[in-house]
């Protein structure tokens, strides 16, 4: 079984910063690609950002330059900092992550955590 927690979503006014963070743990061997997807109400579960066991990193265009994800293969964890948070980025945040358990890749998702963006 693996577990997947977010932590650091909150309540920030634009311009503002806050750091998402994702532990992952249970039977892991290993983590291929971790993600972070975002779903606003009203709206469909989107891509943020996606980073590679090697540091390969991608994002969505409206995030990028504002946004940095990055991991720690040794912690199992999986973080995004976001900067310049607009209004628009208000939503609830999950993590997601493609885990080598044994022989196989599984994709888990976290809980999520709500980020809100005031005005």
């Known amino acids: 079984q693996v577990h997947l927690v977010e932590s650091g979503g909150g309540l920030v006014q634009a311009g503002g910063s806050l750091r998402l963070s994702c532990a992952a743990s249970g039977s892991i061997f290993s983590i291929n ?11 469909q579960r989107e891509l943020v950002a996606t980073i590679t066991r090697r540091g ?6 409206s995030v990028k ?8 293969n040794a912690k199992n964890t999986g973080d995004l ?8 980025d208000t939503a ?3 993590c997601n992550a493609a ?14 955590t709500q980020v809100t963006v005031s005005s």
């Open 65 to 72: 330059g504002r946004f940095t994800i990055s991991r720690d």
């Open 99 to 112: 885990v080598v358990t044994g022989t196989f890749e599984n994709i888990y998702w976290g809980q999520g």
């Open 56 to 61: 390969s990193t991608n994002y969505a265009d």
């Open 81 to 88: 900092q976001m900067n310049s948070l607009k209004p628009e």
């Open 33 to 43: 690609g971790i993600s972070w997807y975002r779903q606003a109400p009203g709206k």
């Open 92 to 94: 609830v945040y999950y």
